[in-house]
Antibody, heavy 117, light 112 residues
């Protein structure tokens, strides 16, 4: 299984950040699919996840601005962050969470998003 | 949220020498089923993180046996028995006991 993020690298302040993660080489079933970000010089931050059945769980620090969805074919999942500011500038990763191992066993390569006018 | 604190933040090591990274959590990560819900990841330069250790001490598939994880409760350690040049990068610990999952600050290992 491989993951590949895609989306705009530059977003204007107050607009919506939208990213997609393509799941290739396997099924989305029975796993949790997460978004994680790493602001420059800061620790990684878990944004939230979606189970293959569509149930979601978000980091309370971002919950009011974040939506994670999964498409019907379950081969891609998406992240939307509304009302972005410079604090949302980060490398964004999608990752698969393996229940039982309780770990992120597969990661995308990451995509850099800069919030700037 | 559970706070994860790593030390040291920078770790210069001579090839062939051992290395050790500490990770402390603000609350116990010992699950009722007996496993510690802590993972270790290595982020090599220019790459995404890769899983090294899960459930505190289980090596992920393909991870060399020079890497080992230990500890319980709130204190955890990642050890590299003999550092190789390919081990450079940033090591992150992460707790998976409760949402939101949280990470340590990262420890940058460099070769002397």
């Amino acid at each position: 299984v491989q993951l590949q993020e895609s989306g705009p690298g530059l977003v204007k302040p107050s607009e919506t950040l939208s990213l997609t993660c393509l799941v290739s080489g396997g099924s989305a079933d029975s796993y949790f699919w997460s978004w994680i970000r790493q602001p420059p010089g800061k620790r990684m931050e878990w944004i939230g996840d979606i189970y293959y059945n569509g149930s979601t769980n978000y980091n309370p620090s971002l919950k009011s601005r974040v939506t994670i969805s999964i498409d019907k074919s379950k081969i891609r999942f998406s992240l939307k962050v509304t009302s972005v500011t410079a604090a949302d500038t980060a490398m964004y990763f999608c990752a698969r969470f393996f229940p039982g191992d309780e770990a992120f066993d597969i990661w995308g390569q990451g995509t850099t998003v800069t919030v700037s006018s | 949220d559970i706070v994860m604190t790593q030390s040291p933040l920078s770790l210069p090591v001579t090839p062939g020498e051992p290395a050790s990274i500490s990770c402390r959590s603000s609350q116990s990560l010992l699950h009722t089923i007996g496993f510690n819900y802590v993972d270790w990841y290595l982020q090599k330069p220019g790459q995404s993180p890769q899983l090294l250790i899960y459930l505190g001490s289980v090596r992920a598939p393909g991870v060399p046996d020079r890497f080992s994880g230990s500890g319980s409760g709130t204190d955890f350690t990642l050890k590299i028995s003999r550092v190789e040049a390919e081990d450079v990068g940033v090591y992150h610990c992460m707790q998976a006991l409760e949402s939101p999952y949280t990470f340590g600050q990262g420890t940058k290992l460099e070769i002397k």
